[in-house]
């Protein structure tokens, strides 16, 4: 399993930002794909995920309405927008693949994608 | 939201020594329990799910234990390579949540 992410970026407050994860090495369609930040010196936390067995989505509260998570199972590549962004937005910024169809622990992580909010 | 706290926020430990971290749910999550070891500049890995179970290629003195609301990862006879933060995390109930992270030094 390959899970490669795009590079950093750098963005005003108030701008918006995509995030690209590029899978490899299983059936993309059979797993789920979650998005987790992590502030400096902050613990895990979770974004959201999308199921690639149904398509379904699902975002944490906290994100709800700057949030949008996509995919494009022809390239096996899954997407995470976050839009109005803020300082406080600041983080590594990680996909990680579902290790089993019901459970949602994180069995293979991409690289990250630092994302620096700054004017 | 379920919270997940960790114990000790630092455990420094001598080479060949045992380690024990704990993790305490703020309420039942079952078994739907995870562990990750997170070292400088790297992403987590997955080192334990379902409360006990070791990962694919986790070594053997790495172990799982507990249910509903206390859990632990045990290290067995430390080794340098185990120097990282671990964090627990539960996916029982949405939103999924990670502890605040255990930081483990070698002596």
């Known amino acids: 399993v390959q899970i490669v992410q795009s590079g950093a970026e750098l963005r005003k407050p108030g701008a918006s930002l995509r995030i690209s994860c590029k899978t490899s090495g299983y059936t993309f369609s059979s797993s789920s794909m979650h998005w987790v930040r992590q502030a400096p010196g902050q613990r895990l936390e979770w974004m959201g995920w999308i199921n690639h067995v149904n398509g379904n989505i699902k975002y944490s509260e906290k994100f709800l309405g700057r949030i949008t998570i996509t995919r494009d199972t022809s390239a096996n590549t899954t997407y995470m927008d976050l839009t109005a962004l803020t300082s406080a937005d600041t983080a590594m910024y990680y996909c990680a693949k579902q290790g089993a169809q019901w459970l949602a622990y994180l069995d293979s992580w991409g690289q990250g994608t630092l994302v620096t909010v700054s004017s | 939201e379920i919270v997940l706290t960790q114990s000790p926020a630092t455990l420094s430990v001598s080479p060949g020594e045992g380690a024990s971290l704990s993790c305490r749910a703020s309420?039942?999550?079952?078994?739907?329990f995870a562990w990750y070891q997170q070292k400088p500049g790297q992403s987590p890995r997955l080192l334990i799910y379902g409360a006990s179970v070791r990962a694919t290629g986790v070594p053997a003195r790495f172990g799982g234990s507990g249910s509903e609301t206390e859990f632990t990862l045990t290290i067995d006879t430390l080794q340098s390579e185990d120097s990282a933060v671990y964090y627990c995390q539960q996916y029982d109930i949405w939103p999924w949540t990670f502890g605040q992270g255990t930081k483990v030094e070698i002596k």
């Open positions: 309420q039942g999550v079952h078994t739907n």
